[in-house]
């Protein structure tokens, strides 16, 4: 009775040890996240044309079956996303601060389940280094501060592979979490449905009965559910969109095969440099290759490592059919293969250092600083991990908002003309003066020139015909626009008004300016919608 008294209270006290140390990176990392400051995160057209649909949303009280646009003209992704987005937003009172800590909460708590897939893996002392990894990784970090869909299924992943291994090693598992989670992830970001290579492969060498594989479709159902109905409901409009931008790239199948393989360079030297090396792409790809090497020169003797460095492999190669559908991967396409680099990492490195336990904490500690360098690097440049132009950094904007208001009287109405992307498209600035309007109590103004109309946001900045006395001409950071739609906006503005002054504020060009004829006062609202 002793005995068996003392072996519960040491597994318990364990247990306890554990969760007290997972409790304290998850905070630690989590403090790491919002460290340059909760504004300083990326948040042009597509962040606040999502934070006001949503708004709309709870206003109207209408729920939506169609999540956010992809690429793909006709695609969607699921409509999830706005359901998360709208209860954060509102519990937040439509400011950003609380989605933002819930984002970096549970980027970092990812590390969790990632302790546990490492420790089936490899060790308990491999999961501790993939945690500390995982802390530190400047992949994990910068996707916390962005937020889109693919972001929250970041953490799903290691979810998901804990779910996956046991089928791998022909042990009993839980088929329909593993469907739960996965539709879960298809919702969020549908390339990520590539994931369903690995688990049909995975399936089929462990000889899974038929009934799991019906478990396993009917939970991939439940989670990817409002996607699947919005399918039905709207004559499988994303499905077509696919078939038919499959059939616009049939013709292009060599040159996307002749350029696959350099992008699948490009992929692994970004990868490894952004969760592991720390240093430039090329050189991290070229560490990449030799740690590779390594492991096939001493494959004989990582032999207990066989099986858990094949279930990896697997995962990862899985992607690669990313590279032939003729579109440019983007990086977050890849979102969920930097824990599976993490976690594989820290498994080798345990192993072969596991009688240098000086080394190892010295790689761990190197690693870190160079992985928090390349965050501190960025925060200083003021730049964001997936990024179309510079200057589009949430606190960049307040900052050209100040610069404006400071310049122009108090409770002055005054117009604004904009170059940005989506050209004429008022949904991103609508945010920012809506926003800064909601802190500051300042006036709206008014929009001049081309409006793009339809659009959510277009009621928060009236139209004008006419320029008010004082009118603002912002110029945003180079885009993709065609320097025909630059001469024709900048020929606009000079034959209807002079300029009076220029500044440049975080690589945006400000011009004051005033009417060449002076057109009579007109009344702007301060009425924030």
């Known amino acids: 009775m002793k005995t068996f008294v003392l072996r519960m209270w040491s597994t318990h006290k364990?247990?306890?040890?554990?969760?007290?140390?997972?409790?304290?990176?998850?905070?630690?990392?989590?403090?790491?996240?919002?460290?340059?400051?909760?504004?300083?995160?990326?948040?042009?057209?597509?962040?606040?044309?999502?934070?006001?649909?949503?708004?709309?949303?709870?206003e109207t009280r209408h729920l939506p079956l169609v999540g956010p646009p992809s690429d793909i003209p006709g695609v969607n992704h699921g409509v999830i996303f706005y359901y998360v987005l709208a209860v954060l937003y509102w519990v937040g009172g439509w400011n950003i601060h609380v989605t933002v800590w819930v984002f970096a909460f549970v980027n970092a708590a990812a590390l969790i389940p990632l302790y546990y897939l490492t420790r089936r893996l490899f060790s308990p002392k491999a999961s501790v280094v993939a945690v500390l990894l995982w802390m530190g990784s400047f992949e994990a970090i910068s996707y916390a501060r962005w937020i889109s869909n693919p972001v929250l299924a970041l953490p799903l992943f290691p979810v998901f592979f804990l779910?996956?291994?046991?089928?791998?090693?022909?042990?009993?598992?839980?088929?329909?979490?593993?469907?739960?989670?996965?539709?879960?992830?298809?919702?969020?970001?549908?390339?990520?449905?590539?994931?369903l290579c690995a688990v049909i492969y995975i399936f089929l060498r462990s000889s899974q009965k038929a009934r799991q594989y019906v478990i396993f479709f009917g939970g991939i159902l439940l989670g990817a559910l409002p996607l699947v109905v919005s399918e039905l409901k709207f004559h499988f409009q994303s499905l077509r969109g696919m078939v038919a931008y499959a059939g616009g790239q049939s013709g292009n199948i060599q040159a996307t095969a002749s350029s696959a393989f350099l992008q699948i360079i490009d992929a692994i030297g970004l990868l490894a440099r952004n969760n592991i090396v720390g240093f430039t792409a090329p050189f991290a790809c070229a560490m990449s290759i030799g740690f590779f090497l390594l492991l096939l020169s001493t494959w004989k003797k990582i032999q207990s490592l066989h099986s858990s460095l094949h279930f990896l492999s697997i995962l990862m190669l899985s992607s690669l059919p990313l590279f032939l559908i003729g579109k440019k991967v983007e990086i977050f396409f890849l979102i969920g293969i930097g824990t599976l680099l993490i976690s594989l990492f820290a498994g080798t490195l345990t192993f072969f250092l596991k009688r240098r336990p000086v080394l190892l904490v010295l790689s761990i500690w190197i690693i870190l600083a160079l992985q928090l360098k390349l965050f501190s690097d960025q925060t200083k440049n003021h730049q964001a991990y997936v990024q179309v132009q510079q200057g589009v950094l949430l606190s960049d904007?307040?900052?050209?908002?100040?610069?404006?208001?400071?310049?122009?009287?108090?409770?002055t109405p005054f117009?604004?003309?904009?170059?940005?992307?989506?050209?004429?498209?008022?949904?991103?600035?609508?945010?920012?003066?809506?926003?800064?309007?909601?802190?500051?109590?300042?006036?709206?103004?008014?929009?001049?020139?081309?409006?793009?109309?339809?659009?959510?946001?277009?009621?928060?900045?009236?139209?004008?015909?006419?320029p008010f006395p004082i009118h603002v001409t912002i110029y945003e950071p180079e885009f993709d626009v065609s320097p025909y739609i630059q001469d024709q906006f900048t020929q606009y503005q000079n034959e209807h008004t002079l300029l009076d002054s220029q500044m440049e504020v975080n690589h945006h060009t400000l011009q004051f300016r005033h009417p060449i004829v002076s057109p009579q006062p007109l009344k702007v609202s301060s009425h924030i919608p």
């Open 415 to 466: 117009s604004v003309s904009i170059l940005g992307t989506p050209y004429g498209v008022r949904t991103a600035w609508s945010y920012y003066f809506w926003e800064y309007a909601r802190l500051h109590g300042t006036l709206l103004p008014a929009w001049y020139g081309f409006a793009a109309n339809g659009y959510i946001g277009d009621e928060i900045l009236s139209h004008t015909d006419t």
């Open 14 to 58: 364990k247990q306890w040890v554990i969760f007290l140390f997972l409790l304290i990176c998850t905070s630690v990392a989590t403090f790491i996240r919002l460290l340059p400051g909760d504004t300083h995160i990326i948040f042009p057209y597509d962040q606040a044309r999502d934070l006001l649909y949503v708004r709309q949303l709870v």
């Open 163 to 195: 779910l996956l291994e046991p089928f791998f090693h022909k042990q009993k598992g839980n088929a329909l979490a593993l469907g739960i989670v996965l539709g879960l992830i298809i919702q969020l970001e549908l390339v990520l449905g590539y994931l």
């Open 397 to 411: 904007r307040l900052e050209v908002l100040d610069t404006i208001y400071a310049k122009i009287p108090a409770n």
